[in-house]
């Protein structure tokens, strides 16, 4: 492939330069070459750092369904997507990749992986098509800092200087900032004259105050419900997978809501698994009904997992061995309560070493979701996660780097 290694004092020329040589900027470098000579800056020695690790090292790269219903798995900035997604939806990924020779596979929730179960074969495709399409990549050097005059961008590595028509912001956002997305891009666009949302870890785990389940860490459920209250309000609730950690919660589904998720607000968790609150209510009033001559453990043990029954009695007050027929309807019903949404006060939200994505970033209103283009700044286009927009787990994230980086680059390949 075209690359270029940066040298004292070099100045380069091109079309098109992006910053970031993340799925982001390798789809809309691929997608600019078509229209002239495009050049990726990456700080790192190499390409696409996150996108190796990302999925275990599997690299979930999007998932399966239609792509409208894509929409509702970014919060409510889901709507800006629109445009990108299905112009580059996880089908066109996915025959993107097989066109290139690389098949795909979905497990049994929909993600959709490379079939080698490799993050490192997207990428060195990824790669080879920008040799193939000439994107020239310049490593080893951070763009530090981007003006902007009459005649286009200016950019300065430290090593070379790029001088550029089109410019691409690519630079991803905070999180794993060992990967090289260390948030430089923000600062780039609010030099620009663009506004930044306050970025903040998302797709974190929660760190709970006072962890009463903290010996329990390991422990999983599957389709577990949960609800996140504010001020005594409800703010919202989902379902799905959880685990108990030993400094509080994690698992998709407090990954995926986490975005909505504030210091000092109450998740209360349905231990039962697969139901909510209400379901389990019922089901435990019922079992409690019945009665019979067993333990109060022994009934709650037909619903939960024994150390979560355990951990409720003691969380109750309520001895293991106390017959049924000694438990007072004060203690059923905060047996039943606690069962049904034990209650986690948040501390915080892991930081960004251990979130997998950033929220926050460019303010939408100030980008054209039909072509990525800043409305600020003629010829600066936007691309990946810098932009204030965040995806659940499940592929989401990525495929909205490629669709957004691929939309940017087709705009700027068809401007004459
Ligand atoms: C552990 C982990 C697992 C994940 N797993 C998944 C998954 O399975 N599925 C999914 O959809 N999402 C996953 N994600 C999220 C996903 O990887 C990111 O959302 C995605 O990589 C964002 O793409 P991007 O191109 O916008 O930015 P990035 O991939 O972050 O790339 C940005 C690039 O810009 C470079 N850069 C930054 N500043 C400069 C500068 N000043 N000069 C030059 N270069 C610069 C960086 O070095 C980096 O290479 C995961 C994230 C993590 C951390």
């Not at 790029?162 to 600062?187: C, H, M, N, R, V």
């Not at 609150?277 to 009033?285: H, K, M, P």
């Not at 024994?306 to 049924?324: I, N, Q, T």
């Not at 990525?398 to 705009?411: H, M, P």
Request: hydrophobic share 40%; proline share 3%.
């Amino acid at each position: 492939m075209a690359r270029v290694q940066d040298e004292q004092g070099r100045v380069i020329c091109c079309r098109s330069a992006v910053v970031g040589a993340g799925p982001a900027g390798l789809m809309c470098a691929i997608r600019a070459a078509e229209g002239g000579t495009a050049v990726i800056i990456e700080r790192n020695k190499s390409a696409g750092r996150k996108l190796l690790i990302s999925g275990s090292g599997q690299c979930n790269f999007t998932h399966d369904g239609e792509i409208g219903g894509f929409l509702e798995h970014y919060g409510k900035n889901g709507r800006f997507l629109k445009p990108a997604l299905y112009d580059f939806s996880n089908r066109d990924l996915v025959g993107f990749l097989e066109e290139r020779g690389l098949g795909a596979v979905t497990d049994k929730n929909g993600k959709f992986f490379p079939a080698t179960l490799h993050s490192r074969d997207v990428l060195d495709l990824l790669v080879m098509e920008c040799g193939r399409m000439g994107v020239k990549i310049l490593f080893g050097g951070p763009v530090k800092k981007i003006e902007k005059d009459r005649d286009g961008f200016s950019l300065t590595t430290g090593r070379a200087q790029i001088k550029s028509e089109f410019l691409i912001l690519a630079t991803g956002g905070k999180s794993y900032p060992g990967t090289g997305s260390a948030g430089d891009g923000y600062a780039f666009a609010a030099g620009l004259g663009h506004t930044i949302i306050d970025p903040a870890p998302a797709l974190a785990p929660v760190i709970v105050r006072d962890h009463r389940l903290g010996k329990l860490s390991g422990l999983s459920f599957s389709g577990s419900g949960i609800e996140l209250w504010r001020d005594g309000r409800r703010v919202m609730s989902a379902a799905g997978d959880l685990q108990i950690t030993h400094r509080g919660l994690s698992g998709p589904v407090i990954l995926d809501s986490s975005r909505y998720m504030r210091k000092g607000d109450m998740i209360r968790v349905c231990l039962a698994g697969s139901g909510n609150a209400e379901s389990c209510r019922f089901d435990l009033s019922a079992r409690f009904r019945k009665g019979g001559p067993g333990t109060v453990k022994g009934v709650l043990a037909g619903a939960l997992p024994a150390r979560l029954a355990a951990a409720v009695l003691e969380e109750a007050g309520v001895p293991a061995s106390m017959k049924l027929s000694g438990l007072k309807g004060a203690s059923r019903d905060r047996i039943i309560a606690l069962a049904s949404g034990f209650p986690f006060t948040i501390e915080c939200l892991g930081g960004y070493d251990e979130a997998m994505v950033t929220r926050g970033g460019v303010c939408l209103d100030e980008v054209d979701r039909k072509t990525m283009e800043s409305r600020i700044v003629k010829n600066l286009f936007f691309a990946g996660e810098l932009l204030d927009v965040d995806g659940d787990t499940g592929g989401y994230n990525i495929q909205a780097a490629f669709s957004t980086g691929s939309l940017a680059g087709k705009t700027i390949a068809s401007r004459k």
